[in-house]
């Protein structure tokens, strides 16, 4: 499974932004994809995941209520809206993805295949 993530960018506090990634491959095998970000200095910490023939969502309680993460099938594609932006977003996220689910934790180690990662900067 291959994975591309796409979307970020510069942007100002209160600012939205929809991050895409999309998957190639035996994406068939796949249950549950996750956003992940790490800013700079900082751990990678988890975002949001979900299902992805969609389902219950999970989020961090830092991003409860300003993201959104879903899925299109036809499109084999995972979606992060990122709304009422704060300079505390800024970070690379990374899109992941695992064979198994549903997870309902922020924990990393369940995910088999990795993006690249997008930058997304918040100036205040």
């Known amino acids: 499974v291959q994975l591309q993530a796409s979307g970020g960018g510069l942007v100002q506090a209160g600012d939205s932004l929809r991050l895409s990634c999309a998957a190639s491959g035996r994406t068939f095998s796949v249950y549950t994809m996750g956003w992940f970000r790490q800013a700079p200095g900082k751990e990678r910490e988890f975002v949001a995941a979900v299902p992805r023939s969609g389902g219950t969502t999970v989020y961090a309680n830092s991003v409860k209520g300003r993201f959104t993460i879903s899925t299109d099938n036809a499109k084999n594609t995972v979606y992060l809206q990122m709304n009422s932006l704060k300079p505390e977003d800024t970070a690379v996220y990374y899109c992941?993805?695992?064979?198994?689910?549903?997870?309902?934790?922020?924990?990393?180690?369940?995910?088999?295949?990795w993006g690249q990662g997008t930058l997304v900067t918040v100036s205040s």
């Open positions: 992941a993805a695992a064979l198994r689910g549903p997870i309902y934790t922020g924990s990393s180690s369940p995910y088999d295949y």
